[in-house]
Nanobody, 123 residues
Framework: QVQLAESGGGLVQAGGSLRLSCAAS????????MGWFRQAPGKEREFVAA????????NYADSVKGRFTISRDNVKNTVYLQMNSLKPEDTAIYYC????????????????WGPGTQVTVSS
């Protein structure tokens, strides 16, 4: 089992920045690809970013490319999502997820999920 807990969400004005953190515990953190997903009201949960176990590979949704950066610290067992130039359409609950293996985009490849953290961007 892998336990995940997100933090860092909040209310920010458009153009602002937030950094989300996701602390993991339970298994060897570096064996797991980590992903960030988000879900806005009335919409399906969508992929935001992913990073491989050793941090050497990353992937981003087109909607956040150039604005968001995913990173991880395998000593602290934590993955981060730095979000810059935030837009109102980024408003959602953000979830981190862990999947055993290299790097995944598909939601179904992730086995463990955190409870989520709310991000609200005002215009």
């Amino acid at each position: 089992q892998v336990q995940l807990a997100e933090s860092g969400g909040g209310l920010v004005q458009a153009g602002g920045s937030l950094r989300l953190s996701c602390a993991a515990s339970g298994r060897t953190f570096s064996n797991y690809a980590m992903g960030w997903f988000r879900q806005a009201p009335g919409k399906e949960r969508e992929f935001v970013a992913a990073i491989s176990g050793n941090g050497g590979s990353t992937n981003y949704a087109d909607s956040v490319k150039g604005r968001f950066t995913i990173s991880r610290d395998n000593v602290k067992n934590t993955v981060y999502l730095q979000m810059n130039s935030l837009k109102p359409e980024d408003t959602a609950i953000y979830y981190c997820a862990a999947g055993y293996g290299s790097l995944f985009i598909r939601r179904t490849r992730y086995d463990y999920w955190g409870p989520g953290t709310q991000v609200t961007v005002s215009s």
